[in-house]
């Protein structure tokens, strides 16, 4: 669908602020009307984990609720991707994930750049438009490590033979980042080290083991990093204050680190939840995010910043489920399934919005919303029309942000899992191309269980929102029709109106026979 800018963003802010809701006006000297924007990221944290969108959460999430009791909630939002990296991918570049060279599973902390050169990112739009723009935390997108004997790292090497003496190449300042501290990948991936902008903090001299061993700085401890990642967020909004409130606004991506793993709470949050480790490191996730937001207060910024925070995909299973369900505490919140999943615990995630005198505190909205539609709502603030190569699959959400939006902003959204499998939702009907759950959790992928099922799932999530009856053979029109939507967003290269696009690789999925039979399989076929 269309981006809807018929009146241009700053006015169309002010008359809604000022008629819909007098009481949340702009003050009469208006703000300027490009806001800072602050987009924080948790890392593996469940839609049910926050009590603004579960009433019935065990774990106290007091910022998070404040945030959400200033601003909005979207109820309705989901990651590209139940994983990392591919969710990143798209939250940067408005593209979905698949259309990339990465098509399942995610990367490693030495693996090759992921957004492809000359690809228009958030921060170079918005670097363009005079923003500062910073990245703090978690990068998950590749980046290009020199080996001592020349060439490049890739993957999952023991990491000992990069040279940690030379820059490293196409990071996160090579892709529209004024500047860059934080960690290569997951926090329970090697290298074990800080980076700043291109260049590691200290060499490792030592092996250190997060789940994962490799090379690590002997002073790099995991248990530091979200305190560390949080410090570097203040400091940076206290160094930018001035500049922003004179009329050269920021962008800080703050991907935090938690609650993924390793699950390692603080000693002083440690048995805060009475629930589990992974409890507690919600709580302390929590509170960091207070204290970013916080500095905004002090700063005096508060009024003229947008503010998202989001989860990169749902909740991880180390989290201990049935720990947590036994004590009354359910991270998907009745959704089926966790991170990893095709099924909507995987990618249906707690998605805020906080911009004081535009976006109406306390409000709610059930619009479908992806990451990706980041960019398009960048370019929407901006009033500036994307190149027909970039951000094919976002769609601007500012209208609903302004509590407007005139119809459905989204036809649909495409869904995808660690191995690869696809999912199409629109309106209340969702299309998983798969027999299991794409992921981790039962019926696994090539299990016995699996085996025996129908080759497709169909749910209506208004009735079902559990995904538990498979609607498929009674609805075989609804089968084929998205089935189709699905393969027309392939082979144009963009779900968006506009120019069609080349995806960076072929891209497969398994086409349900017509009608849909049970226990049927089709061969893979090759798409555009």
């Keep these: 669908m269309p981006h809807l800018r018929t009146i241009p963003a700053a006015l169309c802010a002010f008359l809604v602020a000022a008629t819909l809701h007098p009481a949340t006006a702009p003050s009469p000297k208006p703000a300027p009307d490009r806001p800072n924007l602050l987009y924080i990221l948790a890392d593996d944290l469940g839609y049910g984990d926050v009590r603004a969108f579960n009433p019935d959460s065990k774990i106290p999430t007091p910022h998070l609720d404040r945030l959400a009791a200033a601003g909005m909630r979207f109820t309705d939002a989901h990651s590209s991707s139940s994983v990392c990296t591919p969710t990143r991918y798209s939250i940067l570049t408005g593209r979905y994930n698949w259309r990339s060279s990465l098509q399942r599973g995610v990367l490693g902390g030495f693996s090759r750049r992921l957004i492809e050169p000359g690809r228009l990112t958030v921060p170079a739009l918005l670097r363009q438009h005079g923003y500062t723009t910073a990245c703090l935390g978690k990068w998950h997108l590749g980046m290009d490590w020199p080996l001592s004997a020349g060439g490049w790292a890739r993957d999952y090497p023991d990491g000992w033979n990069v040279d940690y003496s ?12 004024d500047q860059f501290f934080g960690i290569a990948a997951s ?4 290298p074990y080290l800080f980076i700043q902008n291109d260049r590691t903090q200290g060499r490792p001299t030592v092996d250190k083991t997060w789940i994962r061993k490799g090379p690590a700085h002997a002073d790099f401890e995991a248990v530091d990093v979200l305190p560390t990642l949080t410090r570097h967020a203040v400091q940076f909004i206290g160094r930018h204050a001035a500049a922003a409130r004179t009329g050269t606004p920021f962008f800080l991506y703050l991907a935090l680190t938690a609650p993924h793993t390793p699950i390692l709470p ?7 939840s009475r629930l589990n480790a992974y409890a ?20 005096n910024l508060t009024s003229n910043t947008l503010v998202f925070a989001a989860s990169d995909n749902g909740c991880s299973p180390q989290a201990g489920f049935n720990e947590l369900a036994a004590k009354g505490h359910h991270p998907s919140a009745g959704f089926r399934g966790h991170k990893a999943d ?6 249906r995630i707690p998605f805020l919005a906080r911009w004081p005198g535009r976006i109406p505190p306390g409000s709610t909205t059930d619009q ?18 994307l190149p027909p190569n970039a951000g094919e699959d976002s769609i601007s959400l500012l209208p609903a942000l302004l509590g407007h939006p005139l119809t459905p902003l989204r036809e649909a959204v495409v869904h995808h899992s660690i191995n690869g499998s696809f999912a199409i939702r629109q309106g209340p009907w969702k299309l998983a191309l798969c027999p299991d759950s794409g992921g981790w959790s039962a019926p696994k992928p090539g299990s016995a269980a699996a085996r025996g099922l129908p080759p497709v799932q169909l749910y209506n999530l208004a009735a079902d929102p559990g995904e538990q009856t498979n609607l498929h053979a ?21 779900s968006t109106p506009g120019p ?29």
Aim: hydrophobic residues 35%; contains cysteine; negative net charge.
């Design 266 to 272: 603080l000693p002083e949050w440690q048995e805060k």
């Design 187 to 190: 926090l329970d991936m090697p």
């Design 368 to 385: 479908l919303a992806c990451l990706a539609d980041l960019m398009a709502t960048c370019a929407d603030l901006l009033d500036t029309p």
């Design 342 to 347: 095709i099924f909507d615990g995987g990618h």
């Design 166 to 177: 030379q820059p490293i190449q196409n990071g996160p300042t090579a892709l529209g980042f």
């Design 474 to 494: 009674q609805h075989p029109e609804i089968v084929e029709r998205l089935t189709r939507l699905l393969e027309t967003y392939v082979r144009n290269g963009r």
């Design 280 to 299: 507690d490191f919600v709580m302390q996730t929590d509170a960091a995010i207070g204290e970013v937001l916080n500095a905004l207060d002090h700063a």
């Design 500 to 528: 069609s696009q080349t995806n960076t690789r072929p891209v497969e999925f398994r086409r349900p026979p017509h009608p849909p039979a049970a226990g049927k399989a089709t061969p893979k076929k090759p798409r555009a």
